[in-house]
């Protein structure tokens, strides 16, 4: 069985105004598909790797056939990150979090609102394409970036919540503005998805 872009919990237009819904149809139907059909092209020339889900494959980037692991690296990340991506959000989303991830937060940021400001300005500072994350160490929060579609669960860090600051999440709307795309994305941040995610990070182990 091919790997599948899951369909968006929401109507594509249900993050407006904060995400338009021509971005939302672009970046699911076209970029994210795209990392599919690449990923689904590179497992039919190695069937092997089917029997693994896609956090499997990008977990153990050096298990790869060496000859797709470059692919699987790319469109894997691809596939992980924005699968994440579209469960993470929701309308009427946002808020202050709430449950353990809001203790959390509060415990190594001293409050949301610092969390979001080191966010915000560490993921702004990612030299093009990539992506701002939340990641636990087993101790503390931390945030990271990556570039391109690496997603932190390569170096051994299962993410709790990403942003996507390629220009295809944030250009038709936001232009070049990328501060303010990351300061109005937490108004469809969907905390408890985030708890969840959590509650998975902190027992992860490759
Ligand atoms: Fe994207």
Redesign the pocket.
């Known amino acids: 069985m091919p790997f599948e872009v899951p369909a968006l919990p929401y109507d594509y237009a249900a993050l407006e105004p904060t995400i338009d819904e021509a971005t939302m149809k672009l970046?699911h139907d076209k970029?994210?598909q795209a990392y599919v059909t690449n990923l689904n092209s590179a497992i039919e020339k190695h069937p092997e790797l089917a029997s693994k889900n896609p956090e499997e494959l990008i977990a153990d980037l050096p298990a790869i056939p060496e000859a797709v692991r470059k692919v699987v690296q790319n469109n894997g990340g691809?596939h992980v990150?924005?699968t994440m991506?579209w469960e993470i959000m929701k309308p009427n989303g946002g808020g202050e979090p709430f449950g353990e991830i809001g203790e959390q937060i509060k415990s190594d940021f001293g409050s949301f609102d610092d969390f979001k400001k080191q966010f915000n300005e560490t993921t702004a500072k990612q030299f093009g394409s990539g992506w701002g994350w939340l990641v636990f160490d087993g101790t503390k929060l931390q945030i990271v970036t990556t570039a391109n579609q690496d997603n932190p669960i390569s170096q051994g860090h299962y993410p709790i919540l990403g942003n996507?600051v390629?220009e295809?999440?944030y250009y038709l709307k936001y232009q070049n503005k990328r501060p303010d795309y990351l300061a109005a994305w937490w108004n469809v941040v969907n905390w408890e998805a985030v708890n969840a995610r959590f509650a998975t990070a902190k027992s992860y182990k490759k």
Do not use: S
């Open positions: 970046h970029h994210h691809g990150n924005h991506f996507d390629w295809h999440a």
